[in-house]
């Protein structure tokens, strides 16, 4: 089965154009959405983010997600080390997801894989990208927070002009006939 990692920056729109290819039969793994359902599933992670960071870690049962965005997107080490703890058991997690999947290719949609340094466990690598005011606007419609807060996050990913360097493929997701087209040309080139 061929691996196919989808990655960009925050407010690229990563998630639109996973929904794109899964529209097209292809079957998406969205890294963070299980980092944060195995946080709350795992009693192995439960036990290390709460010696690491405190029993605010959890409210209620339920990982306490503005109690840790305030602490790890402000200091790059604490992001290291929750990264250190939860990105293992997200890799396990995909590879055992793998081995379900029909299809020619699978593609994980993970905004921080060059960062993580998993680049090398994927055949492709598609990066997507929009211009910085773009994602901005973006960001703040969707998550309704303030700039700063989103230039904050920007700084703990790499430059665009990085990932675009080391994609086999790179989308520029402005506009969405656009895009489509190019998540069609990407799909046929990885049937072939």
Known sequence: MITVGLTGGIGSGKSTIAKM????????????????????SSSKIRE????????????????????????IFNDKKKLQKINAIVHPEVDKHFKNWVTYQKGDFVIQENAILFESNK???FDYIIAVTAPKDVRIDRIIKRDKTDKKQIISRMNNQLDDAIKIESAN?????????????????????LIK
Request: charged letters at 25%.
């Open 21 to 40: 290819f899964e529209a097209l039969g292809v079957a998406v793994y969205y890294a963070d959405d299980e980092a944060k359902k195995l946080m709350n």
């Open 48 to 71: 290390q983010l709460i010696n690491e960071f405190g029993e605010n870690t959890f409210k209620n049962g339920k990982l306490n997600k503005a109690f840790l965005a305030e602490i």
């Open 119 to 121: 680049q090398d466990n």
């Open 169 to 189: 493929f790179v989308i520029n997701n402005i506009d969405l006939v656009q895009s489509k087209d190019q998540v069609n040309r990407i799909f046929n080139n």
